[in-house]
């Protein structure tokens, strides 16, 4: 897979590289034309969360975001991998009260917050997590609605429409990836295929694909005029409520808390990442080779925006701090540093 | 760092790999001979707790085991990286009062055990971790009670003698480093050198040395009589209380409650894993380049285990659910697995 993947981050102690992460880097502009392609940019990658927003164009592009009267913080939960706080878990719950459905709709199985922090300030309240904690409750929410809005239009029953969303053939998870395909341009029915974390469809696609996906949502060329007036909700829902699209200290929250409509960014599993940037028309992948997201594609996905995106000095350093990270041990002593690599700093910027 | 490095591990996905892991591996006997080197065996690596076992032949060698008593939980956990689970806590606190002293002595800092579970059952039951939560407070604990022994021969005050022992240049610390040189034959005064996360030096060290070192461990030839005799008695401490060298469903705890005094194994962090083979002979050193321990390091030690030790039809069952690990998601369903690659598997098993 990754005999040409740079290395893009490494993690130094004592003055040497102690470890370091490998990966692929894709920055497409909307008419497709590469702008920069570290490694191999169009080997089948697994996009997992990073694709989201593509797979919330129907929530909007169906009209169900209107008839339902979304607001910012649910659509931007449509879009989010969120950290099961309490602000999540009740925007969740509204968007299905507005369905007219509960939490018993979702297909996205349970697991613990991410967080550990909230993992212990949920046992010390004596509670134990559902599907409403499930990072994915927010698309799986909106996938919900895109089948209330269909049901309702064939005059049957929501709850009973919905049933079995995850399956591919099912109406509204073809929706999804219609969008998907649309936006990416990549032939999916000819695409790797297996199943994510959250039980829907997981498609694998070249890095190329995700990037142009991305440029196009940024600026709405090549998308059918819905999922452009979509992407365009959708981006400005999240800039509004970056919150909702991730939570408490994470990397998407604080990034677009700071600099608003001039990035969109959404992590992914294994060392996924992707971004759309208005201000430039560009769309951003990054796949690191070994899976790493928290401390390798975020690195590099700061490295990205630093060297692309307008900023203020001040701005600037705010992103610094993400792709130059200090690592402390458990007495605070500072004994290394995560950082972008030499040759991903040479790489950019792109002109 | 990783150019030759060839890909160990393979995390798969809907049929293709979706993301890897790359390192080195070096398996070696006690004279040093070479029986198998993957990847860059020469490069320093930070061995970080896989040497643990190494750290504690002092604690054995200077007589205070057999003047404190210790027993074989004790040792065990001095040569571990445990789950800060009760058991843990509770052999440490022990430890420290065998040598009149308590868990503020300790100079490790505090973090919340790694395991989930075994922090949401602390926060239910309103608990805070101290150091004796750290994973690395029976290496400590094992530091303390070797100062104790010096502080008595000197007609010192314990309390007093011990404080500071994590600097290098402290008595206890420089016994400590003393024992990691003479076992590797690595001139430690040439290493490149960190701070680790429980704030005691971190020497990096070629994977060569280090497999030579547990080669060393493995049979006792190589090392002074005194720290043979150690070497002996704390693999034997390990077998008779696996639990207290890792934890609950822990790799190292489970493969060597299974297999006994056949296998001593030891993980780090970053993605290193150590073992000694006395059935063989031989010494294992593993680096992750990219510091994936649980999920990379793991299977790789499990592919060599079962390729290198004597095992019965049962056992070689038991150590492939370690080295071809299906993952699940959120709803119970198969997507896909950890193994290690085809590559590995051809480099084994060593003749």
Redesign the interface.
């Known amino acids: ?2 005999t040409t993947s740079p ?1 893009l981050v490494h ?1 130094t ?10 990966g692929s880097v894709a920055i497409v502009d909307a008419s497709g034309a590469v702008r920069l392609a570290l490694g191999d940019i169009d080997r ?3 996009p997992r969360s990073a694709c989201k927003v593509l797979q919330a164009l129907p929530l909007v592009a169906s009209g169900a975001a209107e008839a339902l009267q979304l607001t910012d913080a649910e659509l931007s939960l449509a879009c989010a991998s969120h950290g099961g706080e309490p602000g999540h878990v009740a925007t969740a719950a509204g968007m299905l009260a507005k369905a007219s459905l509960d939490a018993s709709a979702l ?6 917050p991410r967080l ?1 922090a909230t ?6 309240a ?1 509670e134990e997590p559902g599907p409403l904690h ?1 990072n994915c409750s927010g698309k799986h929410s909106g996938f919900v609605c895109v089948g209330c809005l269909m049901a309702r239009a064939q005059g049957r029953d929501a709850r009973e429409f919905v049933h079995g969303y995850v399956r591919p053939d099912h109406p509204v998870m073809r929706e999804v990836t219609a969008a998907l395909q649309a936006a990416t341009g990549v032939d999916l029915s000819r695409a ?8 829907i469809p ?1 498609f ?1 696609l070249p890095l190329r694909g995700l990037a142009l996906g991305f440029a196009r949502v940024a600026t709405g060329q090549g998308l059918s005029p819905e999922h452009a007036r979509a992407a365009r909700r959708l981006r400005e829902a999240v800039a509004r409520s970056p919150f909702h699209v991730a939570g408490t200290g994470r990397f998407d929250t604080r990034v677009m808390e700071r600099l608003g409509e001039r990035v969109f960014c959404k992590v992914g599993a ?2 996924v990442y992707c971004a759309a940037l208005p201000g430039q028309g560009l769309g951003v992948a990054i796949k ?5 997201t928290a401390r ?1 594609a975020e690195v590099v996905m700061a490295a990205v925006i630093e060297s692309l995106v307008s900023l203020g000095d001040a701005e600037r350093g705010f992103m610094r701090r993400f792709s130059e990270v200090p690592l402390l ?5 500072r ?2 540093a995560l950082q972008a690599s030499a040759g991903l700093r040479e790489a950019l910027p792109v002109s």
């Open positions: 897979m990754s290395d993690a102690r004592g003055g040497i590289v102690e470890s370091l992460h490998r089948p990658v697994f297909e996205c199985g349970t697991h613990w550990e993992q212990r300030a949920m046992a010390r004596g499930n790797p295929v297996g199943t994510d974390g959250c039980s997981a694998a294994e060392g690191i080779d070994d899976g790493n390798a041990n458990c007495n605070g002593t004994i290394g």
